[in-house]
């Protein structure tokens, strides 16, 4: 017998075994059952008999099943006992070989019924693929990021899961007990206990979560039933009240009795709607707090480990973007902004703010008491997130919406940036403010607060205030598809409305207005006739249209009120509300809850409805922009205004880099040539022609001495460094210049002149480089010892060049002074003029006083310019004497350079008596020293000035120009005034456009993805 442990399975196990098989096999009961429970235990006697079995054939065909034996068949002849051995070796053979075929073909068997049953199961379960609305929008943005592998491994163990889950067992007895109210209000009516009963007696046979789910869904529709059929109960029994004919005569008793029992019934009626009403709005409240709780801490939990890795961005943020660049894109090809976007437009002090924050669930704006706090309009992006923030759009910091701190600090911010956006002698702006707040349960929406409506400018207004408003909201307004959420004051008549003329005048059919009536309870209580507000909400007082009315309180009128007291104190005045309860509002039209669930509706619709042919109109802005820059400009590169600055940045960045590359011998050439013409004219006027007026060698060292000392005290240092720094500024200017040469755009010419002033403005030189530079040259002009004779040539060639040209210069105002010579006057016919024959003539005769007197000073006496004057007028020509005293002065001064040239040449051999001190020598040449000392004087200036430049003046300037290139980036204005021109402005309208439209076409993308 094959044994697989003390007993066997089943009937069919035992029936699979031969009795007179005497082989054991090592293989347990537990690992043999499942193979053969898995062919015959499914239909066993056990199972559920109502059952039947899918394949009952299989039993008495397969492999598996025990073959008839067949009779053996005797040979004639032979022994017996022969026969019978060979008889029972082959018997062993096939009930092996049988064996062999049993495994084989229960291993088959068992798979392929394994298999149907899978796919009997999987056929079973219910296709979930129309509840994935169920599941928030981020947890599929999220399943594209996330490493299961990973968060396998991180998750907690199911003990601690359990504490974060809710208590389901606890929500189970609640909504038993809800369910037992609900059954015993409703127990005289047969409609209504049917269904619960029904109800009841299923989900007593359900079991589970899923049961607990189905059970759910089923108290609520019961409870919408509920609703339904109290409505229509109450319409019936009004409609029976009013159709019931007047009796002509007084009415008797029981006539009476009738219509007071009818009554009462209707009351009860409409009683018992409203309560069931707002117990269905208490549960559905009650369960999207527990969804929200749950969802928050999934998303922390998340935020744990994903959050630091970029996550895809949500589609309302992808919307806000596109948005955000359509306020600053103006474009010259009309293509207009016509996204949706919810507008809140309302008279000034209406609620239209506070309406904001009880859909933004914080109380973000600035508030004051019946002054006009929104001077601009205010962008909010509304999403849903981890925790409840706030952001602006230009700047990273995050307001925590839950520390009062952080609510404080982001109402100041919000009114800061709103003065600073108004302009001076303004009182709004038409600037926008953008600023995102994301939390959980909150409704994902764009919505634009726009400044109050007025009726009156008031005291400290700007005169155009109120024209300006209505400017502002009409731009808002007249997009087509803009939602328009229209806050009225309920506590105020309403016939003072400015508001509801204006969207009236905006959108005549209500298409896409949305009413709001806020400050009900005011209104109720102030109001003698409550069935204004049903008119009101009913859209029959005013002639505007809407596709919604709906009914808010935002509060006491506290500015301390927090939104959760807000939310109670509205629901608790809701529940109370003769309104509600006398039928005139319905229960989807109360509470800021319903109204942000269908404003978020209506605005997703539309957008839906619209993108599609906003993203097809920017396509067409695209190409007639690509088209005309390939027409105007084929060979350049779209460029916009940042990316022309960047270029030009690196361009003037290499330009004064290329300045370390300038040789020293260049620098001090270039600052000794600079600073000998500067200082030239005073040397040979100040210091050599006093000087060579006195009549020895040492008189003329004494007076140089002194005169090179106050020289060098006073002004020298200063005119070198300013000579240094003009030089610094031209070689500046010298390298743009030349860089332009190359391939230079002149796009950059005002932005690369106003670096440069700008730089130049800003450098200071080193204060104490002109003390060091003070004594340095100091020092240089006491040095008299000329070493050698290629020095003594030099200076002789520096004093020959000098005078020379300073002979030159004479020569060329004598003229001036003269007029032309007999020779000009003959060749190119042109005459002197009277004070110009009057000075020849005064030359003339002050040219015989120097043959006279060669060795005469520098200076006329008295009589000689009276002896000169009365020469002159002997011959009929009248002269000043101040006349005759200037042209002296160029005349000696012509005379003494003459002299001094020709001294000049004697001294060029006289090197030799210098050595000698001019002992025993008639020649003398102090003057030949002076010009020895002054040169190199320039030369060691020059040589301290190129070190300062190089090392520090150049690097100083960099840092200069670095700093204003900064600035300047960060100036969009200033970019805007130096880089202008209309193949700026058309590279600005390209790069705009595309980003809109890549941003459309992924947020497009994004939305059918959702849907």
């Known amino acids: ?70 009779p053996p068949k005797f040979r004639a002849g032979g022994h017996g006992y022969q026969q019978h051995r060979t008889f029972w070796v082959v018997r062993l053979a096939a009930r092996l070989l049988k064996l062999r075929y049993l495994l084989l073909g229960t291993a088959v068997g068992g798979g392929y019924t394994a298999k149907k049953t899978y796919e009997e199961w999987k056929d079973m379960l219910p296709d979930l693929s129309e509840y994935t609305w169920i599941v928030p929008d981020f947890i599929w943005e999220l399943n594209e990021h996330i490493d299961l592998e990973k968060i396998a491994n991180a998750l907690p163990d199911a003990e601690e899961l359990a504490k974060l889950l809710p208590d389901l067992e606890k929500i189970g007895e609640n909504f038993t007990f809800l369910k037992g109210l609900l059954s015993s209000e409703s127990s005289g009516d047969p409609t209504i206990r049917a269904p619960e009963t029904t109800t009841t007696a299923s989900s007593a046979a359900e079991g589970g979560d899923k049961q607990f789910r189905k059970g759910l869904l089923g108290e609520l529709i019961l409870i919408q039933q509920q609703i339904q059929q109290h409505e229509e109960e109450v319409r019936r029994a009004a409609e029976a009240g009013s159709t019931r004919p007047a009796p002509e005569s007084i009415p008797s008793l029981s006539q009476h009795k009738r219509k007071s029992s009818d009554k009462e019934k209707v009351d009860q009626l409409q009683e018992e709607l409203v309560r069931t009403q707002m117990k269905y709005q208490r549960m559905l409240e009650r369960l999207e707090k527990e969804n929200k709780e749950l969802r928050k801490v999934v998303l922390q939990r998340d935020d744990k480990g994903i959050h630091q890795r970029k996550i895809k961005k949500s589609l309302i943020d992808m919307y806000s973007e596109v948005l955000d660049i359509l306020s600053d894109y103006d474009s010259n090809y009309n293509t207009q902004d016509h996204l949706p976007r919810v507008v809140v437009v309302g008279d000034q002090s209406a609620g239209k703010t506070s309406v904001l924050e009880m859909i933004a669930q914080a109380r973000i704006f600035p508030r004051g008491s ?65 600023l995102s707040v994301k939390g959980p349960g909150i409704q994902r929406m764009v919505l634009v607060d726009l400044p109050g409506v007025i009726s009156t400018v008031t005291a400290g207004m700007a005169a155009d205030t109120k024209e300006t408003i209505f400017s502002i909201s009409k731009a808002y307004m007249q997009n087509p598809n803009a939602i328009i959420l229209c806050i009225q004051d309920g506590s105020v008549d309403a016939e003072r409305s400015i508001v509801t003329d204006l969207v009236s005048q905006m959108d005549p059919q209500g298409k896409r207005t949305i009413f709001v009536l806020t400050k009900v309870d005011l209104a109720e209580k102030n109001l003698a006739s409550p069935s204004r507000i049903q008119q009101i909400v009913e859209g029959k007082l005013f002639p505007m249209k809407a596709l919604g009315y709906f009914a808010v309180v935002t509060g006491k009128g506290s500015s301390n009120e927090s939104i959760d007291s807000i939310k109670d104190y509205e629901e608790d005045f809701f529940q109370s509300s003769r309104l509600l309860r006398d039928g005139m509002l319905k229960a989807h039209q109360v509470t800021t809850k319903n109204l942000s669930l269908a404003v978020s509706d209506c605005f997703w619709k539309m957008v839906r409805e619209s993108v599609e042919q906003q993203a097809d109109a920017f396509k067409a802005s695209r190409f007639n922009l690509e088209t005309e820059w390939k027409n105007n400009y084929p060979r350049l590169r779209e460029l916009d205004r940042n990316e022309l600055f960047e270029k030009a940045k690196n361009e003037i960045l290499d330009e004064v880099i290329s300045m370390s590359q300038v040789t020293p011998k260049h620098w001090e050439s270039i600052l000794q040539k600079k600073l000998w013409e500067r200082v030239s004219t005073h ?11 006195t009549m020895d060698s040492g008189t003329f060292n004494t007076t140089v001495d002194i005169k090179l000392k106050q020289w060098t005290d006073k002004q020298l240092p200063h005119k070198a460094l300013e000579v240094a720094w ?15 040469g190359k391939d230079q755009d002149d796009i ?28 340095i040259q100091h020092n240089a002009l006491e040095d008299r010892s000329i070493t050698d004779k290629p020095q003594w040539d030099a200076a002789i060639q520096f004093m020959e060049e000098t005078l020379q040209s300073r002979l030159k210069d004479t020569e060329s105002v004598i003229h001036d002074m003269v007029g032309p010579d007999w020779k000009q006057r003959w060749t190119s016919w042109t005459n002197r003029s009277p004070d110009q024959h009057v000075r020849n003539e005064t030359k003339n005769e002050l040219e015989r006083l120097l043959k006279l007197h060669e060795d005469h000073t520098a200076y006329l006496a008295n009589d000689e310019v009276t002896t000169v004057r009365k020469n002159l007028e002997a011959r009929g020509v009248e002269v000043d004497p101040v006349l005759i005293k200037d042209t002296w002065h160029q005349l000696y001064r012509r005379h003494f350079l003459q002299k001094a040239l020709f001294h000049c040449n004697l001294c060029r051999r006289g090197f030799y008596y210098y050595q000698r001190h ?72 390209l790069k705009k456009v595309r980003e809109i439209q890549e941003k459309l076409e992924a947020f497009i993308e994004a939305l059918h993805k959702e849907k």
């Open 1 to 70: 017998m094959l044994r697989a442990g003390d007993a066997v399975a089943c009937l069919a196990c035992r029936n699979l075994l031969f009795t007179r098989m005497g082989v054991r096999f090592g293989m347990p009961i537990q690992k043999l059952h499942p193979l053969s429970r898995a062919i015959h235990h499914r239909y066993s006697g056990n199972a559920n008999s109502q059952r039947p079995p899918h394949c009952t054939a299989a039993r008495h065909f397969t492999s598996l099943s025990r073959l008839p034996m067949k």
């Open 370 to 434: 019946g002054e006009m706090m929104t001077r601009s309009p205010v962008k909010v992006t509304l999403s849903e997130g981890p925790h409840h923030v706030a952001m602006f759009k230009d700047s990273t910091r995050e307001f925590d919406l839950g520390k009062e701190e952080d609510l404080a600090a982001l109402r100041n911010e919000i009114e800061i940036r709103m003065r600073k956006s108004v302009k001076e002698g303004q009182t709004v702006s038409p600037e926008t403010i953008s």
């Open 683 to 693: 040397v040979i006027e100040n210091i050599y022609l006093p000087a060579a007026q």
């Open 726 to 740: 003009e030089t610094l500024q031209e070689e500046f200017a010298r390298f743009m210049a030349e860089y332009k």
């Open 748 to 775: 950059f010419d005002k932005l690369k002149e106003a670096v440069k002033e700008e730089s130049i403005k800003r450098h200071k030189w080193n204060e104490r480089a002109m003390d060091s530079l003070r004594v």
């Open 918 to 989: 001019f002992v025993d020598s008639e020649l003398e040449c102090n003057d030949v020293v002076l010009f020895w000392r002054i040169q190199r004087m320039l030369g060691i200036t020059a040589n301290t000035l190129r070190q300062q430049l190089t090392n520090t003046e150049v690097r100083r300037l960099e840092k200069n120009v670095k700093e204003v290139l900064e600035d300047f980036g960060e100036d969009n204005e200033r970019k805007t005034q130096l880089i202008t021109g209309r193949r700026v402005q058309l590279a600005e309208d």
